[in-house]
């Protein structure tokens, strides 16, 4: 069965630092999204992607994140100078149709030190 | 905003017992929900969905009515196995404004033989 595939599965880094996670989402599918989860809370909204742009963003997704989809396959979160507020697990997901049964990876956990 | 409140976990039972797992939602319109179950090492998936007021989901034995006077929609089993230990988020899709899917924080299910 497809899936998507994240990668790393865990990241650590020192605050300040740039770091980029990535994805493999389902081969036909056309909608791409960011979620996370701190510890404890909610899983949260960060950024829908179609046709090569950003679709919808949510508050969290400031000047400090970026989405980019490089090649035909990847789909990638860049955080540009991390924060310690910054740890959670990163979901990528991924549709065919637009907000209709969103595919998961199994995320990655970022730790921010 | 819209809002989906689950509780809390972990939730712990004996294999063959009854599973109920509450998710209540705020939301402007008529939204469409979603349970959506993480088995360990894996991305989310959808577990089953209902789409307007009385609709009942169904999947693999697990059941949920939408309750829209009560802004409802509790997760039911009557007979629980090992195999469904998981986390299990619900989730909603307004029909107007954000389509994005919102989530709860998730509930932890653990089932002893």
């Known amino acids: 069965e497809p899936e998507v595939t994240q990668t790393p599965s865990h990241q650590v880094t020192q605050m300040g630092q740039e770091v980029i996670l990535r994805c493999v989402p389902i081969?036909?599918?056309?909608?791409f999204y960011w979620y996370r989860q701190i510890l404890g809370q909610k899983v949260e909204f960060l950024v829908s992607?179609?046709?090569?742009?950003?679709?919808?963003k949510s508050e969290i997704f400031d000047d400090q994140f970026s989405v980019e989809r490089p090649d035909g396959s990847n789909f990638t979160l860049k955080i540009r100078s991390t924060k310690l507020e910054d740890s959670a697990m990163y979901f990528c997901?991924?549709?065919?149709?637009?907000?209709?049964?969103?595919?998961f990876g199994s995320g990655t956990q970022l730790s921010v030190l | 905003g819209d809002s989906v409140t689950q509780m809390e976990g972990p939730v712990t039972l004996s294999e063959e017992a009854f599973l109920t797992i509450n998710c209540t939602y705020t939301?402007?319109?008529?939204?469409?929900l979603f349970w959506y179950v993480q088995y360990p090492g894996e991305g989310l998936q959808l577990l089953l969905k209902?789409?307007?007021?009385?609709d009942k989901g169904s999947n693999k034995g697990f059941e949920a009515t939408y309750r829209k006077e009560t802004t409802s929609f509790h997760l039911e089993k009557g007979s629980v196995q090992v195999s469904d230990s998981a986390v299990y988020f619900c989730?909603?899709?307004?029909?107007?404004?954000?389509?994005?899917?919102?989530f709860g924080r998730g509930t932890s299910l653990i089932v002893h033989p």
């Open positions: 997901a991924s549709s065919e149709v637009g907000n209709e049964k969103l595919f």
């Open positions: 081969s036909n599918h056309l909608y």
């Open positions: 992607f179609y046709n090569n742009e950003i679709s919808e």
């Open positions: 939301a402007t319109g008529y939204p469409s």
């Open positions: 209902a789409t307007k007021a009385d």
């Open positions: 989730a909603l899709r307004s029909n107007a404004g954000s389509y994005i899917p919102t």
